[in-house]
């Protein structure tokens, strides 16, 4: 056993050498929880049997349980952005929320072109502390959100066909099991993006110039993240699911900007987020984060319609895909012929 000194060191040093994971595992349950709550009775209903609906709930944490493995670079380099976005950080690559691509790579692109035209605007980077090379980077969490999004509408245009063309109960099951998994696992995400702290790049305590006084505690992030909640007698999951509002068919009609619709929802949701980082820190300064003080009531509340919010958002992404897909023609056509030779 190891020694619960050398095992305090050990945790600090992870946390201080990466970024903290996002709303604990109880936090993250609840909005996908939540979620469920928020869809229309008409919806597929093998989601809500409670074998699914136990699974969708567990791979709400999926994505930070890739996270604890932090000596794997090449998924550390490709995973670790997908759970946040840095709004402050667009200024100095010359892009814009309303203007960055939305497509990954080509967004990617953008970062080191404007880095390496403009090197006087970025901090140096250690790179000792940049074995993952992603500090360059400063976050995909929209671009994750859409690209979930299109996965998941994939996987309801399969079901489509295989239901409409003749598939067998395994590829039916089959299915099913995969649009369990992608509406889990897309649930992180959703649910990060309603963690204010993961759309700034003061995601851990405030720093540099700090004319409101707020805190700098290299312990709020994860104070947030659930260290309050617990504190404060937990989340109530039946009122969040009373509280969630329906889930909306989003519109997928292309707007000004020209992107792919569900990467604008995504990203309005996010900038919607993002308004909320310094009450926030407001909250915290004027003690309403302190479990311990009365007022903590508020703070309480806000993070609950925090997590609310993420539900009604997740709820409206997984409508829309299932509402959106078209069957699969591709594969309808291979099982229409499977099905006219079989038959002679
Ligand atoms: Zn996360």
Same mark, same amino acid.
């Given at each position: 056993?190891?020694?619960?000194?050398?095992?305090?060191?050990?945790?600090?040093?992870?946390?201080?050498?990466?970024?903290?994971l996002a709303w604990d595992y109880e936090g993250h349950r609840a909005v996908n929880l939540t979620a469920l709550a928020?869809?229309?009775?008409?919806?597929?209903a093998f989601v809500k049997a409670p074998a699914a609906r136990e699974r969708i709930a567990f791979l709400a944490g999926e994505p930070d349980r890739w996270r604890n493995v932090p000596q794997d670079l090449p998924l550390k380099h490709a995973g670790s952005g997908d759970h946040f976005i840095d709004f402050e950080d667009f200024a100095p690559l010359g892009l814009t929320p309303d203007t960055v691509s939305d497509l990954r790579y080509i967004f990617t692109s953008?970062?080191?072109?404007?880095?390496?035209?403009?090197?006087?605007?970025f901090p140096s980077i250690d790179p000792e502390k940049?074995?993952?090379?992603?500090?360059?980077?400063?976050?995909?969490?929209?671009?994750?959100?859409?690209?979930?999004?299109?996965?998941?509408?994939?996987? &309801?245009s399969y079901l489509k066909a295989y239901e409409e063309a003749g598939g067998t109960p395994d590829e039916i099951a089959n299915a099913h099991a995969n649009i369990i998994y992608l509406m889990g696992v897309m649930g992180h995400y959703v649910g990060d993006g309603a963690q204010p702290?993961?759309?700034?790049?003061?995601?851990?305590?405030? &720093?540099?110039?700090?004319?409101?006084?707020?805190?700098?505690?290299?312990?709020?992030h994860s104070w947030i993240d659930g260290g309050f909640l617990g504190k404060s007698g937990g989340l109530n999951l039946t009122q969040l699911e009373q509280q969630v509002k329906p889930a909306?068919?989003?519109?997928?009609?292309?707007?000004?900007?020209?992107?792919?619709?569900?990467?604008?929802?995504?990203?309005?949701?996010?900038?919607?987020?993002?308004? &909320?980082?310094?009450?926030?820190?407001?909250?915290?300064k004027a003690g309403k984060l302190k479990s311990e003080n009365p007022e903590s009531k508020e703070g309480k509340t806000f993070l609950e319609t925090q997590i609310v919010s993420a539900g009604h958002m997740l709820g409206s992404l997984w409508l829309t895909a299932w509402q959106e897909a078209p069957p699969d023609t591709y594969l309808r056509a291979q099982l229409l012929t499977r099905q006219s030779k079989s038959a002679k």
């Open positions: 056993m190891r020694p619960p000194a050398l095992l305090a060191i050990a945790v600090l040093a992870l946390a201080s050498a990466a970024r903290l928020s869809l229309p009775t008409n919806f597929p953008q970062i080191f072109l404007a880095r390496a035209a403009h090197p006087e605007r940049n074995k993952d090379r992603t500090r360059e980077l400063i976050g995909y969490l929209p671009w994750t959100i859409a690209e979930s999004y299109a996965r998941l509408k994939s996987a &309801f702290l993961h759309t700034t790049k003061y995601y851990n305590g405030w &720093f540099g110039e700090n004319p409101h006084g707020f805190t700098i505690d290299r312990k709020f909306l068919r989003l519109s997928t009609v292309v707007g000004p900007t020209a992107r792919d619709p569900i990467f604008d929802h995504a990203m309005n949701y996010l900038v919607a987020q993002f308004a &909320f980082v310094e009450p926030l820190y407001a909250l915290e």
